[in-house]
């Protein structure tokens, strides 16, 4: 990684960078003047939140001077038919704001004799006064399952005035799901 000597161009030549703070943990500082930044190897991809060493219980701690990417990934537990939300998939929608939401959701019954998944985007808006709404009224969602009896399904939808991603198993059967996700703001 080249070592930034200022993040604006109004900003005259800045100094070499002293720290890089993620979202959760400790400031990390450099070794020998580098900062590495590890994305995430196995198997859960999405776009991530910054975590530093001493969040995480690794088997093989990574150095000191090293933040890694993880995935904003949430999972849920259900058995029955009716759609449950994700929780801590929060999107703050402010007053006259527009977002996109776009998850990849997978679930598996839990002896595997089934599975569903894909991916899924909404968008929604909210006005000066009022509530969020979900443009159109309908999401979209590109599906697969393979479930012998019933519909396991997904989408995105909105709990209160925030967008969320919601899982619906089958009665009666142990399904876990998995949603990574990313949302977009509209720029003013």
Known sequence: MSQIQSFASSMGPGGPVLTLTPDLGPAVAPALGTINIQGVEGETYGFGILVSQATLNNPAPFPANTIRVEPLARGVTTNDGVATIIADITIPMDQSSAYVLSAHVIGARSDYTAACGGFTVGAFRREAAGGAILVGGAYQTLANEDAPIGTPTFGVGL????????????????????????????LQ
Request: glycine content about 10%.
């Open 159 to 186: 709990n209160g005035n925030i967008p969320a991603v919601f899982v619906q198993g089958l009665a009666g059967q142990i399904w876990n799901w998995t949603c990574t996700y990313t949302f977009q703001k509209q």
